[in-house]
């Protein structure tokens, strides 16, 4: 593997994801001038930097990255094959009527190219509560 065209794709992905060195440190928990010192060329990326890119980036594709072959990301699914609302609110069966229940109408990307189904979604709030919706 050629490390100038391992540091040519590293920019591409910045450049794709309108990241700044900062901000893909950051994303990746190291230093930024461990960043600035990969694309200036005075230091080839580790193995430790390949794998936090390839777990911290959503999608990125291990053989586009290392070899450059194949697509850079996963398949991405437009915005059309989405559903245009990810959570319907209906009254709910739960012993207290007051309270909605949110069914999942939506998948994630992943699930959608695999099949899967959403069964649960947490959301936290910022005072510390969360609240668990299930799907029906």
């Known amino acids: 593997m050629d490390n100038s065209d391992l540091k040519s794709r590293i920019l591409d992905v910045i450049n794709r994801k309108q990241y700044t060195s900062s901000k893909l440190?950051?994303?990746l928990g190291v230093q930024r001038s461990s960043v600035?010192?990969?694309l200036s060329g005075r230091n080839n990326p580790s193995l430790d930097f390949v794998v936090r890119m390839i777990t911290k980036i959503p999608g990125l594709k291990t053989d586009w990255?290392?070899?450059g072959t194949g697509d850079m990301?996963?398949?991405e699914i437009s915005q059309n094959?989405?559903?245009a609302n990810l959570f319907s609110t209906s009254p709910s069966t739960?012993?207290?009527p007051d309270k909605t229940s949110v069914p999942v109408?939506?998948?994630t990307k992943s699930a959608i190219i695999s099949g899967k189904k959403i069964a649960k979604i947490l959301v936290f709030y910022t005072?510390?509560?969360f609240e668990e919706f299930k799907q029906s």
Do not use: C, K, R, Y
């Open 25 to 27: 440190a950051g994303i």
């Open 36 to 38: 600035s010192h990969i």
């Open 65 to 67: 990255l290392l070899f």
């Open 73 to 75: 990301f996963e398949e």
């Open 81 to 83: 094959d989405m559903p």
């Open 94 to 96: 739960n012993e207290d």
């Open 105 to 107: 109408v939506a998948q």
């Open 127 to 129: 005072d510390s509560t």
